[in-house]
C-alpha cells in the first residue's frame, strides 16, 4: 500500500516508489509524490551508477531514466542513457598525449537504435594516422558489438567498463594507450519506433 500525505491544497499525494530499467535489476532509486500518477509518466529520472550499486567509485557515472509505466504503489522506467561526469572526463586529459573520441550509432540484435561514444587516451602525443587507426578500430568494435549483442547486453557491457577494456586491448596494440572510456551512451530509437520509422520509409 502507497503511502499518503496531503498536501497544501488538501488534496491527497500518493508516494511511488521509482525503480530502475530491467537492465539495472529494478533497483529502487527513491520515491516520489503525486497528486495523479499520470503526471509522472514520461518523467526522466537522473542518478548515478554509485547510488546503483552502493559503490562510490561509481559515482562519476550518470544514469537516466524514463517513467514509462504506473503500478499500484511503484514506477517503472526505461534505460535512455548515461553519461560521463565532465570533470572525471577532464582529470584523465594529459598535456602531450592526444583524446581520441567519436560518434557511432549501432542497432542491437533485438532492434534498439543506440548511440556511444568511446573515447581513448593515449599515454603520449599520438599522430594522424595513430589517431585514425585507434578510432577506426573502436568503430569496428561498437559496430560487431551493436550487431550481436542484445539491447540489455550491449548497455550491460558499456556502463560496467567490459567495453572500454575490451578497445583498450586492441587499440594498445596501435599506440600506447593509457585509459578507454564509453563516454556516454543515448537510446536514439526502441524496436516499436523503428519498426513505425520503417513502414513509413516503405
Do not use: C
Amino acid at each position: 500500500m502507497s503511502s499518503r500525505q496531503v498536501s497544501k491544497s488538501g488534496r491527497g499525494k500518493d508516494w511511488y516508489t521509482v525503480l530502475a530499467s530491467q537492465e539495472f535489476d529494478r533497483a529502487e532509486l527513491g520515491e516520489t509524490p503525486a497528486d495523479e500518477p499520470e503526471t509522472l509518466m514520461g518523467r526522466t529520472i537522473e542518478t548515478t551508477l554509485g547510488e546503483i550499486t552502493d559503490d562510490f567509485s561509481e559515482n562519476n557515472t550518470k544514469v537516466k531514466f524514463r517513467v514509462n509505466e504506473i503500478g499500484k504503489d511503484a514506477v517503472y522506467t526505461e534505460f535512455v542513457g548515461h553519461e560521463l561526469a565532465r570533470d572525471y572526463v577532464r582529470s584523465l586529459v594529459r598535456r602531450g598525449t592526444s583524446k581520441i573520441g567519436d560518434v557511432i550509432n549501432v542497432r542491437t540484435a533485438d532492434d534498439y537504435r543506440v548511440q556511444l561514444q568511446p573515447v581513448a587516451f593515449t599515454a603520449k602525443k599520438a599522430d594522424d594516422s595513430q589517431e585514425k587507426s585507434i578510432r577506426q578500430r573502436a568503430n569496428e568494435m561498437v559496430n560487431e558489438k551493436g550487431e550481436e549483442l542484445t539491447f540489455e547486453e550491449l548497455i550491460d557491457a558499456a556502463v560496467s567498463g567490459r567495453l572500454s577494456s575490451a578497445i583498450y586491448n586492441e587499440a594498445k596494440e596501435i599506440y600506447p594507450v593509457r585509459r578507454v572510456e564509453i563516454q556516454k551512451t543515448k537510446v536514439l530509437a526502441t524496436p516499436e519506433e523503428v519498426y513505425e520509422e520503417e513502414e513509413v520509409e516503405a
